[in-house]
C-alpha cells in the first residue's frame, strides 16, 4: 500500500507522516481486526482515517500538556486549562468509533463471516465463552484494550520512520550505504519483505540509532511507586509519579561518544556499542521501556519500523522540496508526550526499482 500511494499520488510533494500513519493503522487493524481500518488500500485520502489520526495526535497532546492541576492537587477540580475537559470530549468520540467497530464484529460472527483469527475476534469469544465469570471480558474492556494498542502503536511507529527517514536524508552517505546493501540483499526486482530484515545489518543499526536520538516516547509513560524506597539516595514516597528520562539517557554523554551525533556504526560489530540492544536489557538505550510493563508491541512495533524504513528507502529516492539542502533539513522537536518532528517530513519520492516492481 506504502508504494503504491506513492507512486500514485497526484501530488509531487507527499506528508509522508500522514501516510505511514494510515498504513500502520491498517497493520494494527488487520491484527487486531482481521482488516483494514481505512480505504481500499490505494493510500487515498480518507476521511475516517483523518478523524481517527486526529483524534490520536490530539490525546498524544493533552497528555503531553503540564497540567497544573496534577501537580497542585488542590487546584485540580479547577480544570485550569481544560485539559480534563477536553479529554472527556475526545473519549466520547473515541467510544462512538470503537463501538461501531465492535458492534460490526459482533454482527459478522453471529452470521458466521467472521473467519479471520484477530485479537477482537478472540476477546469477544472469551467475553462470551469464558468458564467463569471472572474470566469473561466486558465490552468496555473490550474497547479500553483496543483503544491501548491503536494508541500505543500508531504514532510511536510512524514517527520513528519519519525520524529515520529524516535522518537519512539529511546524511545522503548513510543514506547510500543502506541503499547499497538493500540492493545487495534484495536486488532491484522486487521489494523487500520480512524475511529480509535479519540480513539487513547496517538498517538494523540505522533504526538503533534513530531509537537513542528519537525516542517516541521521551519519558516513557508514568509510573507509580506502590511502596516508599530508595533510588541513588533519593527518596520516593510510596504513591509519586515517576518519569523515566529515555530521551536524556541516550545522549548521556558519561555513555555515549559524541552523543548529539548521528552514528550508526556505533551498533556495527567493532563499533563501541555493537552489543547493546535497544529491546530493554541495556539501560543506556530503552526506547521501548524495560521490566514487567515493558511496551507488548515491541516486536511488532520494531517489525514495522524496520520494513516500512526499509521499502521507502529500497523503492523511493527522496528529494526534498523547494531545492531545500539535505543539510539545511529543520530536525526540531515539537512538544507532546510523543516526540514528533516540529515540522512533517514532506519529500519527493522518485521511484529506483525495475518498472514491474510497482505495478504489482
Ligand atoms: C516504535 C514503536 C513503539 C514504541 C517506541 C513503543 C514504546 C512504548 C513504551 C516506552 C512503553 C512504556 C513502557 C514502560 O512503561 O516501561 C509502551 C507501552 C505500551 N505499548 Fe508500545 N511502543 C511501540 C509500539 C507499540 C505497538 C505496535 C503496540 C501494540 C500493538 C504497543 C502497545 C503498547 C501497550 C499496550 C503498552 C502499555 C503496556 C502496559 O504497561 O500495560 N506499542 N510502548
Redesign the pocket.
Known amino acids: 500500500m506504502l508504494v503504491r500511494a506513492l507512486v500514485n499520488s497526484k501530488t509531487r510533494e507527499v506528508n509522508l507522516e500522514q501516510l505511514l500513519n494510515l498504513c500502520i493503522v491498517n497493520a494494527?487493524g488487520r491484527v487486531m481486526l482481521g482488516y483494514r481500518v481505512f480505504g481500499e488500500g490505494s493510500g487515498a485520502s480518507d476521511a475516517t482515517a483523518d478523524e481517527f489520526k486526529a483524534m490520536v495526535v490530539e490525546v498524544m497532546d493533552l497528555a503531553g500538556i503540564f497540567n497544573i492541576g496534577e501537580f497542585v492537587p488542590g487546584l485540580e477540580w479547577l480544570d485550569l486549562q481544560g485539559v480534563a475537559a477536553k479529554m472527556k470530549k475526545l473519549h466520547k468520540r473515541f467510544d462512538t468509533f470503537l463501538v461501531a467497530i465492535i458492534e460490526e464484529h459482533k454482527i459478522k460472527i453471529a452470521q458466521n463471516k467472521q473467519h479471520n483469527h484477530d485479537l477482537l475476534t478472540t476477546l469477544i469469544s472469551l467475553n462470551e465463552n469464558g468458564e467463569d465469570e471472572s474470566q469473561k471480558l466486558t465490552d468496555t474492556e473490550i474497547k479500553a484494550l483496543l483503544l491501548?494498542?491503536f494508541m500505543?502503536?500508531t504514532d510511536?511507529?510512524s514517527s520513528?520512520v519519519e525520524w529515520a527517514i529524516a535522518e537519512l536524508i539529511k546524511h545522503p552517505n548513510l543514506m547510500a550505504q543502506v541503499q547499497e546493501e538493500l540492493d545487495h540483499v534484495v536486488g532491484r526486482d522486487k521489494l523487500v519483505s520480512d524475511a529480509d530484515l535479519t540480513q539487513l545489518t547496517y538498517l538494523q543499526a540505522v533504526i538503533k540509532e534513530t531509537?537513542r536520538l528519537h525516542?517516541?516516547?521521551p519519558l516513557?509513560?508514568p509510573?507509580m511507586a506502590s511502596q516508599d524506597c530508595q533510588i541513588n539516595g533519593y527518596h520516593i514516597p510510596k504513591g509519586s509519579t515517576l518519569l523515566v528520562n529515555?530521551w536524556a539517557i541516550a545522549r548521556d554523554p558519561d555513555q555515549w561518544t559524541d552523543p548529539l551525533e548521528f552514528r550508526p556504526e556505533r551498533f556495527l560489530p567493532g563499533g563501541e556499542k555493537a552489543h547493546v540492544d535497544i529491546k530493554g536489557t541495556d539501560f543506556e538505550v530503552i526506547?521501548?521501556?524495560?521490566?514487567r510493563?515493558?511496551?507488548?508491541?515491541?516486536t511488532?512495533?520494531?517489525r514495522?519500523?524496520q520494513l516500512l524504513t526499509a521499502t521507502l528507502v529500497h523503492a523511493f529516492n527522496m528529494k526534498l522540496p523547494n531545492e531545500i539542502l539535505p543539510d539545511k533539513l529543520n530536525m526540531d522537536e515539537a512538544y507532546g508526550l510523543a516526540l514528533h518532528r516540529a515540522t512533517p517530513l514532506i519529500i519527493e519520492p522518485q521511484p529506483r526499482l525495475a518498472q514491474h516492481v510497482y505495478r504489482t
Do not use: K, Q
Not at 526506547?287 to 521490566?291: H, L, M
Not at 510493563?293 to 515491541?298: A, K, L, S, T
Open positions: 494494527l491501548n494498542m500505543a502503536g510511536t511507529s520513528t531509537f525516542p517516541s516516547t516513557s509513560l509510573r529515555v526506547p521501548f521501556g524495560a521490566g510493563r515493558i511496551c507488548v508491541g515491541m511488532m512495533g520494531l514495522m519500523v
